[in-house]
């Protein structure tokens, strides 16, 4: 054999092995983890930075659930509810009876109405089922929430200032729980209703004709009598400050509180020396006062005497056509005896109210 062949034979060999040993073959099983290294040592801590500037603390929030107790709890509540069963707007026959179910009665004279006129400043149609007074008539939900209740809503249906009904124009605006009173213990009407002031005589055709029952808010403010008098009114006190002051040492009330009825404890306040409501004598004149002038106006035809089934007898209006001075005499001693306080809300203005009618058919006061 030539050397050029071994030379071609010797490369032909080389060539096989290098592509033999440049195949890889495959992959063969991992090996087993190696042993974690040490760690490194900590480096030192770096100085601390310089504080910033506090912030300023916010304003405390009220103690929501502790605001509440401070009248919904079980002992307030239940006295609440036993004062008012002792009141008469408690009683059921005041508003059912007559005028709680009437449409134009039922603002003030039953539950469903007043919280139906608070709520839409009307009341739509009659009240089949009305029914009397209770917590929710004057109480709603609350707007406040604030922890001094002689400061905040006390959650009143209506607090605002009153525009009264007898001329529609004075507005009342007393405090917020005297001006949720005076929107129903105030007159409906004005002696203008009757009077249009052309002739000498005026009729009187209803023997409901008057001012309207409970014209207390008329009297405290001193007005829509038919004369002009002076005023000696109890509205820095209001209608709260007496009716709802809370007797010392009596936690249930029988008069103040939710009883609605005066306490004297509220007029020792200002005359420490009270005893009674009759201070000064202020109620023994209003009631000689009025029964001087209920004698006049009997004597002229306007009232006469009325008897219930206890046989118990009152003045009552008679219809008919009067002379103007006997009318309006008639319409101040209305106004005086439907308030009902003997002249407490307005000692002047109530006097002077019945001394002006009295003088004016002839009498002395």
């Not at 506090?54 to 609440?80: E, K, Q, R, Y």
């Not at 009397?132 to 209740?149: R, V």
Request: glycine residues 14%; aromatic residues 6%.
């Amino acid at each position: 054999m030539s050397r050029k062949v071994n030379l071609i034979a010797i490369l032909m060999m080389a060539l096989m092995l290098l592509f033999t040993i440049s195949c890889e073959g495959p992959e063969g099983p991992a090996g087993t983890n190696g042993i974690d290294g040490i760690d490194g040592v900590d480096g030192m801590d770096g100085a601390d930075g310089a504080d910033g500037a506090d912030g300023a603390d916010g304003a405390d929030g009220a103690d929501g659930h502790i605001t509440c107790l401070g009248c919904h709890n079980s002992d307030t509540m239940n006295d609440n509810i036993f004062e008012m069963a002792r009141s008469q707007h408690g009683l059921g026959n005041i508003a059912v009876d007559y005028a709680g179910g009437r449409a134009a009665c039922a603002q003030c004279h039953g539950h469903e109405g007043f919280v139906e006129y608070a709520t839409t400043g009307t009341v739509a149609g009659n009240y089949l089922t009305p029914s009397a007074w209770e917590c929710a008539t004057c109480h709603g939900l609350h707007t406040t929430f604030e922890e001094d209740l002689t400061a905040a809503d006390a959650a009143l249906r209506m607090s605002g200032a009153v525009t009264m009904m007898f001329d529609g124009a004075t507005v009342a605006d007393i405090n917020p729980g005297s001006n949720l009173c005076v929107n129903c213990h105030q007159s409906r009407r004005a002696y203008s209703s009757y009077d249009d002031g052309t002739g000498t005589d005026v009729a009187i055709t209803s023997s409901h004709a008057g001012p309207h029952h409970g014209p207390q808010g008329n009297l405290l403010l001193g007005n829509n009598g038919t004369t002009a008098g002076s005023t000696h009114a109890h509205t820095a006190v209001g209608c709260n400050g007496c009716h709802m002051k809370e007797t010392t040492g009596d936690e249930l009330n029988v008069a103040g509180g939710h009883t609605f009825w005066p306490a004297v404890e509220a007029c020792q306040v200002c005359h420490s020396s009270a005893t009674d409501f009759d201070i000064f004598s202020g109620q023994t004149n209003i009631a000689a006062k009025l029964e001087n002038l209920g004698g006049l106006l009997h004597d002229a035809g306007i009232l006469e005497w009325a008897y219930d089934d206890a046989g118990d007898s009152s003045l009552h209006l008679h219809t008919g056509t009067y002379p103007r001075e006997v009318t309006q005499a008639w319409w101040n001693w209305d106004l005086v005896y439907e308030d009902r306080s003997l002249g407490i809300h307005n000692p002047t203005y109530a006097a002077s109210l019945l001394d002006a009618a009295i003088t004016s058919l002839g009498g002395t006061p």
